[in-house]
């Protein structure tokens, strides 16, 4: 039972260029996030998704999109990335709304 | 729209002293409350939730929190820490009626603390 996992550990990237974030879980969870923490600002919601096929904006949509074609899988991709991207990113997942949030080991991504 | 205030950023104390963090929120309704801990290098971990019952909640390592509902608080607090209580401590609140309120967690910005052996 791994959890939730999240690839890239790492990734630096270029200012225009893209890429994806995978996140998995094994949990069956419904509910799957994306968040970024940024210092003296705890997390923020990017994007959310309540069930497979269904994604909704949060916090700090903009300049990211989101797709959960399987119920297990969230990605996250930046079709332009900018310094400002620059931050650490988590995946979660949650049975309910309401309930614990379950965090994957983050993405450390630097735009130069 | 809700919020959530972590008073410290940083805290600095020595093994077996006493620790508490403050956490306020902002919002009117009914709440689920949580204090989350991420140890250097590590990912967000659970310490302890509120949902209902008794405000005051144990959670793991010898945590526990308060809610006060009057004052909008959930504290965090620990009697004796130990080095490796160092970590970054974030309050997280979840409205009830999470719908309404756009179905987000809300973190605070969260306090780090440094336990000196």
């Known amino acids: 039972n791994a959890g939730v996992t999240q690839t890239p550990k790492f990734r630096v990237l270029k200012t225009g260029q893209s890429m994806t974030l995978l996140c998995a879980q094994d949990m069956n969870h419904e509910y799957m996030y994306w968040y970024r923490q940024d210092p003296g600002m705890g997390l923020r919601l990017i994007h959310y998704?309540?069930?497979?096929?269904?994604?909704a904006k949060g916090e700090v949509p903009d300049g990211y999109n989101v797709s959960r074609l399987k119920k297990q899988n969230f990605l996250l991709g930046l079709e332009s990335a900018a310094p400002s991207q620059t931050s650490v990113y988590f995946c979660?997942?949650?049975?309910?709304?309401?309930?614990?949030?379950?965090f994957g080991p983050g993405t450390r991504l630097t735009v130069t | 729209a809700q919020s959530v205030s972590q008073h410290n950023h940083h805290v600095i104390l020595s093994e077996a002293a006493s620790l508490e963090l403050g956490c306020n929120y902002s919002?009117?309704?009914?709440?689920?409350l949580f204090w989350y801990v991420q140890y250097p290098g590590q990912h967000l971990q659970l310490l302890l939730k509120?949902?209902?019952?008794?405000?005051l909640v144990k959670g793991i390592k010898g945590f526990e929190a308060e809610f006060i509902k009057s004052k909008f608080s959930f504290n965090l607090r620990k009697p004796s820490v130990q080095w490796s209580d160092t970590a970054e401590y974030f309050c997280a609140v979840n409205p009830y009626d999470f719908k309404a309120a756009g179905n987000k967690l809300t973190f605070g910005g969260g306090t780090r603390v440094l336990v000196k052996p």
């Open positions: 998704s309540v069930g497979e096929g269904t994604t």
């Open positions: 509120y949902f209902s019952g008794d405000p």
């Open positions: 979660a997942s949650s049975y309910s709304p309401g309930n614990e949030q379950y």
């Open positions: 919002y009117g309704g009914t709440v689920n």
